[in-house]
C-alpha cells in the first residue's frame, strides 16, 4: 500500500532530563509550534511543582523535542509535548511518547492523558497512531481562545478506569483512516 509520499528515515534520538540550559531550546521549538504559546515563566511555574516533571529529546547536541507531564497517583498527565516542525514525521514524538508509555504499570499508574485543542488534527492523528482515544470534550477549555479540547487517553493493557467514556462520540473517535 502506498501513501503517495516517501518515508522519511527514521531519527534516533536520546531522551533525558530537561536542565535550565535547554530552555532557549525549548522556548524557541514551543513558539515554533504552537500560536498559544507558554512563556518561559509558564514553564518555570510548571516545573517548580513537586510532580511536574520536564524531558527533552536530543539528536546530537540539540535539543528538537520536549514533554511537560505531570504525576498523578493514578496517571501521567502531559502538560504540553512538541517536536521542532523541522524535525518532524521522523519518529521522535513516537520515541517520546514510548518513553512515557514505558513508565507505566498494571499496578500503579495506568493511563497517559492529555488535552488537544479541537482544531488541532495533526496532534489528534499523532496521539491516536500512539494508542491514544478521544475520551471527552471538554468545551471552553483554553482560556486563550475558549477552544474546546478533547481529553485523550492512553490505558495500559487491562486498565479499565474511565471505561465508561468508551462510549463517548465525537469526530476523532469516528475517523478512519483509509
Known amino acids: 500500500m502506498s501513501t503517495g509520499r516517501m518515508k522519511k528515515e527514521q531519527l534516533r534520538v536520546h531522551i533525558r532530563w530537561m536542565i535550565r ?6 522556548l ?6 504552537f500560536e498559544y504559546s507558554w ?12 510532580n511536574c516533571i ?12 520536549f514533554m511537560i507531564y505531570e504525576l498523578h497517583k493514578s496517571k501521567l498527565h502531559i502538560m504540553n509535548f512538541a517536536v521542532l516542525p523541522s524535525y518532524r514525521r521522523f519518529g521522535v514524538g513516537a520515541q517520546m511518547a514510548a518513553k512515557l ?3 507505566l504499570s498494571s499496578h500503579r499508574r495506568t493511563r497517559v492523558t ?7 488534527l495533526a496532534a489528534q ?15 471552553s477549555y483554553y482560556e486563550d481562545s475558549g477552544e474546546d479540547a478533547f481529553l485523550m487517553q492512553y490505558s495500559f493493557a487491562g486498565d479499565t478506569a474511565d471505561d ?3 462510549e463517548a462520540v465525537n469526530r476523532i473517535s469516528q475517523f478512519e483512516e483509509s
Open 114 to 120: 492529555l488535552a488537544v485543542r479541537e482544531t488541532n
Open 125 to 139: 492523528l499523532f496521539f491516536r497512531a500512539q494508542g491514544f482515544r478521544a475520551t471527552r470534550v471538554m468545551r
Open 54 to 65: 520536564g524531558m527533552v529529546a536530543e539528536q546530537g547536541e540539540k535539543v528538537i523535542g
Open 164 to 166: 465508561n467514556d468508551s
Open 21 to 26: 540550559r535547554d530552555m532557549p531550546e525549548v
Open 101 to 103: 508509555i514505558s513508565k
Open 28 to 33: 524557541q521549538t514551543e513558539q515554533e509550534s
Open 39 to 50: 512563556t518561559e515563566e509558564d514553564f518555570l511555574r510548571c516545573l517548580r511543582q513537586r
